[in-house]
C-alpha cells in the first residue's frame, strides 16, 4: 500500500535552515508529482510546494518562494523540503502527498503523517 | 495566492444535511474541475474524500457529495453521523501552477 514517511522536523532557531525528507515505499515516486503541505498548530492547511514527476518543474507558495527548495531523488524514493531562514510562522506540521493522478499537475489524495518543524529560539 | 473562502464552521443533527460551500475566483475553482475536498480528524492526516468536484475515492461514503457553480464549490453530506465530526477543507489547482486551500470548516454533529 501507499505509504509516505516524513522526517527531519524539530527545533530551529530562526535564521536557520532545515531539510524534511520524505520516503515514498507502496508505489513508483517517479510517475507522480509530489506536494509538501503545512499546517501550522491548530489552524488550517497550506499547500507550500510541489515538483513534477521527473523533477524538472518546481512551484512555491508565496510564502516560501526564494526561501524554499523542493527536490526529489527518485532512484532513493525520496521526497526533499529545504526551507532556509525560517520563521516562527514557518512552525507547523509539514506534510508530503501524492496526487491521484500519475505525471500531471494534480491534488493531493495520499498524505504521510507530517513531521513538526518548531521555528523558536 | 489568497485562500480558498470557507465558513469557519457547521453544525447539524444526526441524520440531517449540511453543506459547506467553498468560494475562490476565476484563478482557481473558476478556472478548472481540480476541486478536492479533505477530511481531517484531530491529530490526523487529511484523508480525501471528493476530486474533480464530485468524484468520490474507493471506500468514501455515498454520503458525500460534491458541486461547483462558477467560483464557488459545495461538499454536502447526508445524513449526517457522529463519526462526520471533524474538519473539512477544499482545495483547487490555480492558473499560476500552484495549489491553494480553504481555510477550513469545523463541523460539529449535535
Known amino acids: 500500500q501507499v505509504q509516505l514517511v516524513e522526517s527531519g522536523g524539530g527545533v530551529v532557531q530562526p535564521g536557520k535552515s532545515l531539510r524534511l525528507s520524505c520516503a515514498a515505499s507502496?508505489?513508483?515516486?517517479?510517475?507522480?508529482?509530489m506536494h509538501w503541505v503545512r499546517q501550522p498548530p491548530g489552524k488550517g492547511l497550506e499547500w507550500v510546494a510541489v515538483i513534477s514527476y521527473d523533477g524538472s518543474n518546481s512551484y512555491y507558495s508565496d510564502s516560501v518562494r526564494g526561501r524554499s527548495t523542493i527536490s526529489r531523488d527518485n532512484a532513493k524514493n525520496t521526497l526533499y523540503l529545504q526551507v532556509s531562514s525560517l520563521r516562527p510562522e514557518d512552525t507547523a506540521v509539514y506534510y508530503c502527498a501524492r496526487p491521484r493522478q500519475t505525471l500531471r499537475w494534480d491534488l493531493p489524495d495520499y498524505w504521510g503523517q507530517g513531521s513538526l518543524v518548531t521555528v523558536s529560539s | 495566492q489568497s485562500a480558498l473562502t470557507q465558513p469557519a464552521s457547521v453544525s447539524g443533527s444526526p441524520g440531517q444535511s449540511i453543506t459547506i460551500s467553498c468560494t475562490g475566483t476565476s484563478s482557481d475553482i473558476g478556472a478548472y474541475n481540480y476541486v478536492s475536498w479533505y477530511q481531517q480528524h484531530p491529530g490526523k492526516a487529511p484523508k480525501l474524500i471528493l476530486y474533480?468536484?464530485?468524484d468520490r475515492p474507493s471506500g468514501v461514503s455515498s454520503r458525500f457529495s460534491g458541486s461547483k457553480s462558477g467560483k464557488t464549490a459545495s461538499l454536502t453530506i447526508s445524513g449526517l453521523q457522529a463519526e462526520d465530526e471533524a474538519d473539512y477543507y477544499c482545495?483547487?489547482?490555480?492558473?499560476?501552477?500552484?495549489?491553494?486551500f480553504g481555510g477550513g470548516t469545523k463541523l460539529t454533529v449535535l
Open positions: 474533480l468536484v464530485s
Open positions: 482545495s483547487s489547482y490555480t492558473v499560476s501552477t500552484t495549489f491553494v
Open positions: 507502496g508505489f513508483t515516486l517517479s510517475d507522480y508529482a
